[in-house]
């Protein structure tokens, strides 16, 4: 199973999930794990162990080859890739007010795999919990003015400049200014 595939079944428990009208929780109480277990899978943040994906996926009454038909398809080994504006996908990676992730591409290079994405944040937008990743997390701040706090550390990044850190060290972000903010996220793993 490559990495690229690993990104693309979160993607896949989401959507059947919500296909489903299943909550986050009403899943996490069937598959036997924790909510946030649910939502970091959904959102990228953490790869399930074989048992614990056989169970949600058990839980969300697919089979396994229903559930991973089509995955590979998804995966191609162009020399290139063109992502238009209009083709930008949202992404539902967390219950946060005034978010707005759009993923740009998510691709497996190299045994690796990353996934970009753009965050727009609206003013006063802020998550209020600190949150962790199992990526290194490469930031650049397209516009706007935000707060970042990594670990206890609180700075702040204004239009052209970047962050780089390893996601495991708990962070947050908070829109400081007047205007929308927009990040280049990009998640290596």
Same mark, same amino acid.
């Not at 080994?77 to 005034?98: A, Q, T």
């Not at 795999?113 to 802020?126: H, Q, R």
């Given at each position: =199973?490559?990495?690229?595939?690993?990104?693309?079944? !979160?993607?896949?428990? +989401?959507?059947?999930?919500?296909? %489903?009208?299943?909550?986050?929780?009403?899943?996490?109480?069937?598959?036997?794990?924790?909510?946030?277990?649910? &939502?970091?899978?959904?959102?990228?943040?953490?790869?399930?162990?074989?048992? #614990?994906?056989? &169970?949600? #996926?058990?839980?969300?009454? *697919?089979?396994?080859?229903?559930?991973?038909?089509?995955?590979?398809?998804? =995966?191609?080994?162009? %020399?290139?890739?063109?992502?238009?504006?209009?083709?930008?996908?949202?992404?539902? +990676?967390?219950?946060?007010?005034?978010?707005?992730?759009?993923?740009?591409?998510?691709?497996?290079?190299?045994? &690796?795999?990353?996934?970009?994405?753009?965050?727009?944040?609206?003013?006063?937008?802020? +998550?209020?919990?600190?949150?962790?990743?199992?990526?290194?997390?490469?930031?650049?701040?397209?516009?706007?003015?935000? *707060?970042?706090?990594?670990? %206890?550390?609180?700075?702040? =990044?204004?239009? !052209?400049? &970047?962050?780089?850190?390893?996601?495991?060290?708990?962070? +947050?972000? %908070?829109?400081?200014?007047?205007?929308?903010?927009?990040?280049?996220?990009?998640?290596?793993?």
């Amino acid at each position: =199973m490559t990495e690229e595939i690993l990104l693309l079944i !979160g993607e896949r428990i +989401r959507a059947r999930r919500q296909e %489903k009208n299943i909550t986050l929780e009403q899943l996490a109480n069937k598959a036997g794990v924790t909510k946030g277990l649910i &939502s970091q899978i959904e959102n990228n943040r953490t790869v399930p162990s074989l048992p #614990v994906l056989l &169970s949600i #996926v058990h839980s969300l009454d *697919e089979d396994m080859r229903g559930f991973f038909e089509g995955l590979q398809a998804k =995966m191609t080994d162009l %020399k290139y890739y063109v992502i238009r504006k209009d083709e930008l996908k949202e992404v539902n +990676r967390e219950p946060v007010k005034g978010f707005s992730y759009k993923r740009i591409f998510s691709r497996a290079v190299n045994s &690796s795999a990353f996934d970009m994405e753009l965050l727009e944040m609206k003013p006063g937008a802020a +998550r209020r919990q600190m949150v962790t990743t199992e990526a290194y997390e490469l930031k650049y701040l397209v516009q706007g003015e935000i *707060e970042y706090q990594v670990d %206890k550390e609180k700075f702040t =990044m204004k239009a !052209g400049d &970047s962050l780089a850190f390893d996601g495991r060290h708990p962070h +947050r972000i %908070k829109n400081i200014g007047k205007g929308i903010a927009l990040l280049l996220v990009i998640y290596l793993f």
